[in-house]
């Protein structure tokens, strides 16, 4: 879920708003057609071509509930939606992540999906993936497209270094992880180039596998902060390759994913931690000659279990045609055309038919290591905490950036998770 950022984002909101206000009040035009509007993120060419395409085909499929398509950016949604929403000018169907939803939905904004859905979806997306988009007793959103954090990694140094390949049935443990960083470290080679200039979400998402939860329920159902044993493994990990074995490459500290992509080229990282999706880009910009492989994450001792805030598709409470909203994304997440939204960017379906197709079981491009992750995949531990948003920008972030960087120790990053964070949380549940 990268986008664009800049005077463009402002542009696309600019231009959001006035979509938003056109049309016929509730949509059905003198005809008694009607005209459903579908906000869409998709941002890289090929998952807009076959957004767009489906879009085409469920038009000359159904001439009395048209659909329009309206491209949003993730770099703006939330506010433009809040702002969208407020004026009573959102779109009927909304596309959005599972980690953006809690406030809209405790707020009102999105509809109840139970009802609404045909068996077929229930049935065919796991039980694991609507965790993410269940919040108190309703469903608000269909989770449809996930990404694991995959190891991406220079095939000639990782097979020069000897040390064992892993697979999703048997990952480095995160102690061997380390270990393995220090013997591809050397002649102007770090083992690793963590991007963490937005640290949270990988740390919560990959302790997962050491028992880590970071956030834990009382008997009053609210939650609070508790940075436990589990969830200080990965940490821990990071900050003694950083600044103890100097085995990561301490300069990807502030960059993103895709910024560590020419070190990555250059030799100058023998590996980085990046989301699933992130390999087109290398397809695309790699340079010829250069092999690559991905490899899965490091795991605990509950095996390769990773959190995932899936992308989801949501439909407004405020939309008068909610019923036919929901026929649009049954068709739109038929396994076939689930198959083609996932391979247009480069992530997993949710759905388990589409995860059987043979076109993601192939070994190029990694795709066979990505489904065999699937199973793993549960739901991030901080999308149902209201209030996450606040605490992941103002405590968390630059506590954990300060911890990487060796800047606090790990008491003084529990202090301020906790103290500060549960401060935070409170507000929101009061």
Same mark, same amino acid.
């Given at each position: ?211 880590? @939860?970071?956030? /834990? #329920?009382? &008997?009053? =159902? ?5 940075? +436990? ?5 990965? *940490? ?24 560590t992509l020419p070190g990555f080229f250059g030799g100058r990282y023998a590996m980085v931690p990046l989301g699933f999706s992130y390999r087109q880009q290398i ?52 396994? @076939?055309?689930? /198959? #083609?939204? &996932?391979? =247009? ?5 949710? +759905? ?5 197709? *043979? ?72």
């Amino acid at each position: 879920m990268r986008g664009r950022s800049g005077p463009l984002a402002v542009l696309t909101v600019l231009a959001l708003l006035l979509g938003g206000c056109a049309g016929d009040g509730d949509g059905t035009g003198p005809d008694g057609r009607i005209t459903l509007r579908f906000q869409s993120l998709a941002w890289q060419k090929d998952s807009v071509d076959v957004t767009r395409e489906l879009v085409r085909e469920w038009n000359a499929r159904n001439p009395r509930v048209r659909v329009s398509y309206v491209q949003g950016s993730w770099d703006s949604v939330h506010d433009q939606l809040l702002t969208s929403f407020e004026g009573g000018e959102a779109p009927d169907i909304i596309h959005d992540a599972s980690d953006d939803l809690a406030d809209f939905a405790y707020g009102g904004y999105l509809a109840d999906l139970r009802g609404l859905l045909s068996r077929r979806l229930e049935r065919d997306i796991p039980r694991r993936s609507w965790d993410t988009v269940t919040f108190g007793d309703g469903v608000y959103g269909v989770p449809f497209l996930q990404e694991p954090k995959v190891l991406i990694v220079n095939a000639e140094l990782l097979e020069r270094s000897g040390v064992r390949v892993p697979t999703p049935q048997e990952p480095w443990s995160w102690p061997e992880f380390r270990e393995v960083t220090r013997r591809l470290t050397g002649d102007g080679v770090h083992g690793v180039g963590w991007p963490l200039r937005e640290p949270v979400s990988s740390t919560l998402n990959l302790s997962l596998s050491t028992g880590g @939860r970071m956030f /834990v #329920r009382g &008997a009053d =159902g609210k939650a609070r902060v508790t940075f +436990g044993p589990g969830d200080e493994v990965m *940490p821990r990990t990071v900050r003694d390759q950083v600044n103890d074995d100097r085995s990561a490459a301490r300069t990807t500290l502030g960059m993103g994913g895709s910024d560590t992509l020419p070190g990555f080229f250059g030799g100058r990282y023998a590996m980085v931690p990046l989301g699933f999706s992130y390999r087109q880009q290398i397809v695309q910009q790699a340079p010829a000659g250069f092999r690559w492989r991905v490899l899965p994450a490091p795991a605990g001792p509950e095996g390769p279990v990773q959190g995932v805030s899936p992308q989801t598709l949501s439909i407004a409470e405020e939309s008068p045609h909610k019923e036919e909203a929901a026929r649009f994304v049954d068709f739109l997440l038929q396994p @076939r055309n689930m /198959v #083609r939204l &996932a391979l =247009g960017d480069w992530m997993l379906p949710t +759905g388990e038919e589409a995860l059987r197709d *043979p076109a993601l079981r192939t070994a190029t491009h990694g795709w066979a290591t990505g489904t065999a992750l699937a199973a793993h995949l549960r739901a991030a531990p901080a999308p149902s905490v209201r209030g996450y948003p606040e605490w992941k920008d103002k405590v968390a972030t630059p506590a954990f950036q300060e911890y990487y960087s060796g800047a606090i120790g790990l008491d003084e990053l529990r202090r301020r998770l906790e103290r500060d964070g549960n401060l935070v949380l409170a507000r929101y549940q009061r």
